[in-house]
């Protein structure tokens, strides 16, 4: 079965959203998501709320944060206790000491906010799990192309998400998958798919 999740969600436990844990939940099931990364600017608090809430056990609330280091930002996924913003090498220490997965977000977007990132990931390849392919908020296509060739080019697993901060962002783009999503980056399976018209098949569900 290939399963479609969005992985890369805020709620109002990041600054830029107002998007309360329940809302974001029933709307991804709603948008006929199969599983999300709640990954808040540093802190793992909404991820927490919004997996307590779910009663679904087909859908996977994965425990996320977007971590703010002195390279730039790093996402990373099925975390057992929140990380602090720091310095990038200690942050890659921190995750893997987790077992959790470390991806690079927009890694080519730029503007006042998101600056890209500080790095050059050719060298970087061996300690990350993916790269952040497709971002909904890149405004360019050019950016979130840029990410893709670049994970062609390394041999990297790409995942897709909307980073969306509102409710009619959530599911605007997703990473499909079969099996587990740990099982599918560590094969480099994953697909990634912008799908812009999923309010149109939202159905009444409840939590």
Known sequence: MIKKYDLHLHTKYSKCSNLEPSVLLKTAKARGLNGIAVTDHNTIKGALETKRLNQDKNFEV???EEIKTDKGEILAYYLKKEIKPGKFEDIIKQIKQQ???AIIPHPYDFGL???KIKLNI???KDKIDGIEALNGRCFFRFINLKAQIKAKELNLPMTAGSDAHFKSEIGKCYTEFDNSLKTALKNKTTA????THLRAHETSLHL
Request: proline share 0%; charged share 30%.
């Open 113 to 115: 906010i998101r600056k």
């Open 122 to 124: 050719d060298d970087i």
């Open 99 to 101: 077992d959790a997965l």
């Open 192 to 195: 990634t798919v912008s799908y």
């Open 62 to 64: 994965i425990i996320g």
